[in-house]
């Protein structure tokens, strides 16, 4: 059975659900600070929780405290559908960034149960922990245990900048579910985000059909010369890891304009240690962001920056360790739920167009489980991971429309 085109959910239900959550965890400018496994954290998993339960779903929560709220199907043997995305937050990161696709998967259940339809496949909503890598690196961590990419015992052992580890802090906020990792089996995936660029806003289309995710290599520089003072060293006889850095960062520029179209690459985060004004730094830590859609391209971005850095580096005495902290190949999601995405799109009377992936998300490790999509929310100016970022009302709604049709169809309506 089929649900008509009529069927939408409430707009002002899912937008109140948002700017609720916003309260918990504020920034300092409109935006939030819910960083993983925080007591902000914790705050805003109890009240999806609630949420959850008054939807009449069950929550479970596994090893790595991602948690899974459950509609029961028809069919007891039936897999699941799932929907999600992530609560946690950059440390100045918006109302919206994961969020939206968590609490559109709870609008749609709210949706479903206002019309009393019932589906064979049970339908769970996801909030994967540690998506952002903010407070504890990798990003996508949760999801790449679920997915087998990294043990439970790597996970845990990650530390952040006081040398807190995940596995310790999931205790202390109580989030330490007793699920195996990886135990649920999935029959489709489906994660609804904001675009976190410019394009659909720049080309007035109200819904981002991804068809691809693209790769990303992150790629931690660390650089080690001789702390010294600023003053009283001369030019010609300092170790500067500084200065090393500096010439890394221009190259960073350099290969991914040689690597057009379509890669990216850039440095977001950089540690000077003692980071004084008056003292060369003695080491330099950063991470280089390299991504694109084309697997030769990021495969050659990476080699250029192994074989290239170190040669940086000794040129000026300084010494340079590589390791890579973050990666994921290129994906392709499936054709056949990108269809649905495409279709409910049409028989809603929503735009849209192909888009793929800038960033990267939860959704590129379930792709290596079952059949995965994504749909993109345009987002003003195409601000993201700032406290600025926004959406309107409408444009929430509209994907949410066309996750509520393209999640009934894989779900298959019974009643």
């Known amino acids: 059975m089929a649900a008509g085109k009529n069927l939408a959910v409430d707009t002002n239900r899912l937008w109140d659900s948002l700017m ?3 309260k918990v965890g504020p920034g300092i400018a409109g935006g939030n600070n819910r960083r993983t496994l925080t007591d902000e954290d914790a705050e805003g998993r109890s009240l999806f ?3 959850c339960e008054e939807a009449g779903m069950s929550v479970g929560v596994d090893r790595m405290g991602t948690m899974f709220a459950t509609r029961p199907g028809s069919d007891p043997d039936a897999l699941p559908v799932y929907m999600g995305s992530h609560l946690d937050t950059q440390p100045t990161g918006g109302k919206f960034d994961g969020v939206l696709g968590v609490l559109a998967g709870l609008e749609v259940v709210r ?33 790449g245990v679920f997915a087998g990419i990294h043990t439970l015992d790597y996970a845990y052992a990650r530390t952040d900048s006081d ?37 659909l806003e720049a080309e007035e289309k109200q819904i981002g059909v991804v068809t691809h995710c693209q790769g990303l290599w992150w790629l931690e520089i660390t650089l080690t010369g001789k702390e010294a003072h600023t003053g009283s060293t001369p030019m010609a006889m300092r170790v500067n890891a500084g200065l090393a850095a500096a010439r890394i960062l221009e190259k960073v520029q350099d290969v991914a304009m040689a690597h057009q179209p379509g890669a990216v690459a850039g440095v977001g985060r950089m540690n000077f240690t003692p980071n004084s004004p008056n003292v060369l730094p003695g080491k330099v830590v950063f991470t280089i962001d390299l991504r694109t859609p084309d697997q030769s391209k990021l495969d050659s971005m990476r080699a250029i920056f192994e074989q290239e850095a170190p040669k940086i580096a000794a040129e000026l005495g300084v010494g340079c360790s590589i390791e890579a902290i973050g990666h994921f190949d290129p994906i392709a999601f499936d054709p056949v739920l990108v269809d649905r995405v495409r279709t409910a799109a049409d028989k809603l009377g929503y735009s849209h167009m192909d888009i793929i992936s800038g960033a990267g998300h939860d959704a590129c490790w379930t792709a290596k489980l079952a059949p995965t999509t994504m749909i993109f929310c345009p987002c003003v100016d195409g601000l993201s991971h700032n406290e600025a970022e926004e959406i309107s009302p409408e444009w929430a709604a509209a994907g949410c429309d066309v996750l509520l049709h393209a999640v009934l169809e894989t779900a298959e309506i019974v009643a």
């Open 111 to 143: 949706s479903l149960n206002d019309l009393n339809i019932t589906t064979k496949h049970p339908i769970v909503v996801t909030n994967w922990a540690n998506e952002e890598g903010a407070r504890f690196a990798p990003a996508m961590l949760a999801s």
């Open 20 to 22: 609720e959550m916003a």
């Open 49 to 51: 929780q609630r949420w």
């Open 163 to 199: 040398g807190k580890t995940y596995g310790e802090e999931l205790k202390r906020i109580g989030w330490l579910g007793d699920e195996e990792v990886g135990a649920r089996k999935m029959h489709a995936y489906f994660e609804y985000h904001i675009e976190q660029g410019p394009i």
